[in-house]
């Protein structure tokens, strides 16, 4: 890559998050001459965002620590109609009191990454429903629209991906790109915002917003992505069979999230210790050169890491040690994840099957017959080889929980109430 000369750039690259830029030379220039403002926009389609937002908001995390100033675009206005990238069908539609909620919660995660603190290099919340539910729809068609043509809507891949696959796109859908392109436009208006940053399968919508501010305000804008995060295996990064990673506690305990990072392939510690830590690349360059079992040490420091930025570092410590006492000592740690279990259930006697379903272990009783067989259940740390065993009260440890564990990573404490 081209020799950089901001702060800003300059990371970016060495801890591999540049992808594409329209203009790096320039933006790597401006970058270097002083603050700029820079966006990444998330819709508000759930209470929490996940583990795959991480790459973004580590972005404006460096943005930010090289001083420079992050925006972080709700979705208040665009949630409202639903981003078809990647999408084979539409996504429900959500009142305006659900999207606020969801506003609220996905703050909390930004809090921890991001200063909110009003100084010049302070993070801004913005939300585009300031501006897009003020829009009149025949001023839009006229200042905005004309500035589109169908002919190159119908190339972007968020509206081939439905047509090719004879899925129905509505109209609504259709104009989301034409609003992410505005609101780069009025980002540009009301911060001075010239950067645009997301990942590569947003590079279409980017570039449209670059192209618009050019043709409404003659505005010099720049777009930068992200090379799409999958792991060694090929997996769509932050994706398990358990389902999302997600970043706020009351959905998932800093525990499994520290399992999470913890059980990283071997081939993306290295990787995963640059995006999504901020220890100094030499460290990291330390840790990835270990070798054999001790690349489990550079996994536990991932997680460790990874775990204190989300949760803090009382969470973080606490976790490691429950995962320490668990997988080292064989101990039965206070911090697993629990599931509360009505006590009559246990005292009828309660299947081996409907536990580990009711842990969350598993999807169905299938699926915890095929771990039975394969000898991949423990009650209280024994093997469990008889599918149609019963558990009741005698299986109680003197904690009053029962232990239940999938393979050698995945625990959880029945408790009766």
Known sequence: MTSLKSDFLNVLSERGYIHQCSDLEGLDAKAKAGPITAYIGFD?????LHVGHMISIMMLHWLQ???????TLMGGGT???GDPSGKDESRKLLSNEV?????????????????YDGGATGAVMANNADWLDELLYIPLLRDVGRHFTVNRMLTFDSVKLRLD???????????????????????HKRHGCVLQMGGSDQWGNIVNGIDLGRRMIDADLFGLTTP????ASGAKMGKTAAGAVWLNADLLSPYDYWQFWRNTADADVERFLKLFTTLPLG??????ALGGNEINEAKKVLATETTRLLHG????????ETARRTFEEGALAESLPTVEIPAAELEAGLGLLTAVVKAGLAKSNGEVRRHVQGGGIRINDKAMEDERTVLGTGDLTPEGVIKVSVGRKKHVLLRPV
């Open 165 to 187: 696959r004879e899925q129905p796109l509505t109209f609504l859908e259709f104009n989301y790109m034409i609003l992410q392109a505005y609101d780069f436009v009025e980002l």
């Open 65 to 71: 620590e090289t001083g420079h100033r992050p925006i």
């Open 283 to 288: 460290e990291i360059a330390k840790l990835a």
């Open 44 to 48: 508000a389609t759930g209470s929490s």
């Open 313 to 320: 570092s009382e969470a973080a410590e606490a976790a490691a």
């Open 79 to 81: 949630t409202k109609i």
């Open 99 to 115: 999207i606020d909620e969801n506003i609220v919660g996905i703050r909390k995660a930004f809090e921890r990454f991001l200063r």
């Open 228 to 231: 799409l995060l999958t792991t």
